[in-house]
């Protein structure tokens, strides 16, 4: 296969043209203004008016990477307190009430804004493996890029398995995967389609990969037994296995356990079930749960199954391809900025549509990754890139962003710092939890003690991010 030219790296945007828009546009590239130079309304209609920078880094990719882990790190605690405070001052509708409920995950089917949390960092890290890989591509071919993601692969997945806990507990008290584990996964795989095709094949294999996922689980026929712990405690409620139904009725995750007799008993049944069904969407009756039971080993996370799997990785990799077509079209110098965030916008509304609208027959569900999931979470994504870049790198409004870029520009630096001191809001706890805080729920109102908590626990994270930025330590792997 031919090593990609500079024309095949910045492809990205004629996929844009000939794929989504009928519009013929002949453009000139003029010379970029400095990076300190402010952009007028003259220069946004001209093509190319944000400057790429040379370190190939976009301000608004990293203050948007920063805006998703605040909202693990300090943005949860912090609307969890409100809304208890809002609580105390009467029933019905409230504003804080309802973000607090969007900041938990949906069940299973349905979509809440947490559920975007995941894969909006899984869409940026495919915006920013453009960004990183054209430039290695530009300076040292394929072999160092291909080397690159590899070396940042294999690194990535141990730190990975060490924050799930590693070692430190016996097998099968192990995850194997996880979070962080998928967002390598999701990395390395679409890191190497990149290197290897070009944006036509790229959209053609994504589009392959979710009709695969759909089809799989659509027609592929399955056991007909549900894994979940009242199902299967009911069956060995009449079969009469007494240890099987104490572990099934145990807290303890049964498969974090040798020779679990809750995970004997739900392979013995789901072996014995000879009649199969096909087009199931429930937790624990779904191809994907069903494959992690088989073929899964070590602890898996919902006792049977686990919701970053083998099988609903496959799609994850799609969210980030998505994102790849993000990063190829902001850094082409096809299309003027004006014309980037109008595709932008027209893909994330597409593309949000035409998720609800797969989801009639295929539901939205986290958990399974499904395809009509992938198309909302990645046109949320692209919506609020169209609005961090518009803001950030187009109007060059940025007074107000740098605390999400110091986020940004150290996620995973917070993500384990945040795991390591068990959070820093269990840290602001060291300093006004205890008879301070309830000092403000006794003579405030309840809620501002925890409200306290949180903001100072958000202000340390600034703090430790802030050095960091200013110091320029940076996590590079």
Same mark, same amino acid.
């Given at each position: 296969? %031919?090593?990609?030219?500079?024309?095949?790296?910045?492809?990205?945007?004629?996929?844009?043209?000939?794929?989504?828009?009928?519009?013929?546009?002949?453009?000139?590239?003029?010379?970029?203004? %400095? #990076?300190?130079?402010?952009?007028?309304?003259?220069?946004?209609?001209?093509?190319?008016?944000?400057?790429?920078?040379?370190?190939?880094?976009?301000?608004?990719?990293?203050?948007?990477?920063?805006?998703?882990?605040?909202?693990?790190?300090?943005?949860?605690?912090?609307?969890?307190?409100?809304?208890?405070?809002?609580?105390? @001052?009467? #029933?019905?509708?409230?504003?804080?009430?309802?973000?607090?409920?969007?900041?938990?995950?949906?069940?299973?089917?349905?979509?809440?804004?947490?559920?975007?949390?995941?894969?909006?960092?899984?869409?940026?890290?495919?915006?920013?493996?453009?960004?990183?890989?054209? @430039?290695?591509?530009?300076?040292?071919?394929?072999?160092?890029?291909?080397?690159?993601?590899?070396?940042?692969?294999?690194?990535?997945?141990?730190?990975?398995?060490?924050?799930?806990?590693?070692?430190?507990?016996?097998?099968?008290?192990?995850?194997?995967?996880?979070?962080? +584990?998928?967002?390598?996964?999701?990395?390395?795989?679409?890191?190497?389609?990149?290197?290897?095709? @070009?944006?036509?094949?790229?959209?053609?294999?994504?589009?392959?990969?979710?009709?695969?996922?759909?089809?799989?689980?659509?027609?592929?026929?399955?056991?007909?037994?549900?894994?979940?712990?009242?199902?299967?405690? #009911?069956?060995?409620?009449?079969?009469?296995?007494?240890?099987?139904?104490?572990?099934?009725?145990?807290? /303890?995750?049964?498969?974090?356990?040798?020779?679990?007799?809750?995970?004997?008993?739900?392979?013995?049944?789901?072996?014995?079930? /000879?009649?199969?069904?096909?087009?199931?969407?429930?937790?624990?009756? +779904?191809?994907? +749960?069903?494959?992690?039971?088989?073929?899964?080993?070590?602890?898996?996370?919902?006792?049977?199954?686990?919701?970053?799997?083998?099988?609903? /990785?496959?799609?994850?990799?799609?969210?980030?391809?998505?994102?790849?077509?993000?990063?190829?079209?902001?850094?082409?110098?096809?299309?003027?900025?004006?014309?980037?965030?109008?595709?932008?916008?027209?893909?994330?509304?597409?593309?949000?549509?035409?998720?609800?609208?797969?989801?009639?027959?295929?539901?939205?569900?986290?958990?399974?990754?499904?395809?009509?999931?992938?198309?909302?979470?990645?046109?949320?994504?692209?919506?609020?890139?169209?609005?961090?870049?518009?803001?950030?790198?187009?109007?060059?409004?940025?007074?107000?962003?740098?605390?999400?870029?110091?986020?940004?520009?150290?996620?995973?630096?917070?993500?384990?710092?945040? /795991?390591?001191?068990?959070?820093?809001?269990?840290?602001?706890?060291?300093?006004?939890?205890?008879?301070?805080?309830?000092?403000? #729920?006794?003579?405030?109102?309840?809620?501002?003690?925890?409200?306290?908590?949180?903001?100072?626990?958000?202000?340390?994270?600034?703090?430790?991010?802030?050095?960091?930025? %200013?110091?320029?330590?940076?996590?590079?792997?």
């Amino acid at each position: 296969m %031919r090593p990609r030219d500079e024309t095949n790296q910045a492809g990205g945007a004629a996929i844009f043209s000939k794929l989504f828009v009928p519009l013929a546009v002949s453009v000139t590239v003029p010379a970029l203004p %400095r #990076e300190d130079e402010p952009l007028t309304l003259a220069a946004m209609s001209s093509p190319s008016s944000t400057p790429l920078p040379g370190s190939g880094r976009l301000m608004s990719i990293d203050a948007l990477r920063g805006f998703d882990m605040f909202w693990i790190i300090a943005g949860d605690a912090l609307v969890y307190a409100l809304s208890r405070m809002a609580g105390e @001052k009467g #029933e019905g509708f409230s504003f804080f009430k309802f973000l607090a409920s969007q900041l938990e995950h949906a069940d299973w089917a349905g979509f809440r804004f947490y559920d975007l949390i995941f894969p909006l960092f899984v869409f940026i890290v495919g915006v920013s493996v453009v960004f990183s890989l054209t @430039k290695e591509l530009e300076q040292g071919g394929r072999p160092a890029a291909l080397k690159r993601v590899v070396r940042r692969v294999l690194l990535l997945f141990a730190i990975a398995f060490l924050y799930s806990g590693g070692f430190r507990n016996v097998w099968p008290d192990m995850r194997l995967l996880g979070v962080l +584990n998928r967002i390598t996964l999701c990395y390395g795989a679409a890191a190497i389609l990149f290197l290897f095709f @070009k944006p036509k094949q790229l959209v053609a294999l994504c589009a392959g990969i979710l009709v695969s996922y759909w089809a799989l689980l659509t027609f592929i026929p399955i056991r007909d037994i549900q894994l979940a712990d009242k199902p299967l405690m #009911e069956l060995a409620e009449k079969a009469g296995n007494s240890a099987a139904v104490k572990a099934l009725n145990s807290a /303890t995750n049964p498969s974090s356990v040798k020779n679990s007799p809750a995970i004997a008993f739900a392979r013995q049944q789901f072996d014995a079930t /000879t009649n199969f069904v096909t087009g199931k969407f429930e937790p624990g009756y +779904n191809l994907a +749960n069903h494959v992690d039971l088989q073929f899964l080993p070590g602890k898996k996370y919902d006792r049977y199954y686990d919701p970053e799997g083998l099988l609903s /990785t496959i799609p994850a990799i799609g969210t980030c391809l998505l994102g790849i077509f993000a990063g190829l079209l902001i850094r082409s110098r096809h299309f003027c900025d004006k014309w980037k965030l109008i595709y932008l916008v027209s893909f994330g509304v597409g593309a949000v549509l035409l998720g609800w609208l797969w989801n009639l027959q295929f539901p939205v569900v986290k958990k399974l990754w499904s395809s009509s999931f992938v198309l909302v979470a990645g046109g949320y994504s692209a919506l609020l890139l169209a609005v961090f870049y518009w803001v950030i790198d187009v109007k060059q409004w940025r007074w107000w962003c740098m605390p999400f870029v110091w986020f940004g520009c150290n996620a995973i630096t917070i993500y384990l710092a945040n /795991t390591l001191v068990g959070g820093f809001r269990s840290v602001a706890a060291r300093f006004v939890g205890g008879d301070v805080r309830a000092f403000f #729920e006794t003579n405030v109102t309840k809620g501002f003690g925890d409200l306290v908590v949180a903001l100072v626990g958000m202000l340390l994270a600034f703090l430790f991010l802030r050095f960091l930025y %200013r110091k320029k330590l940076f996590l590079r792997l």
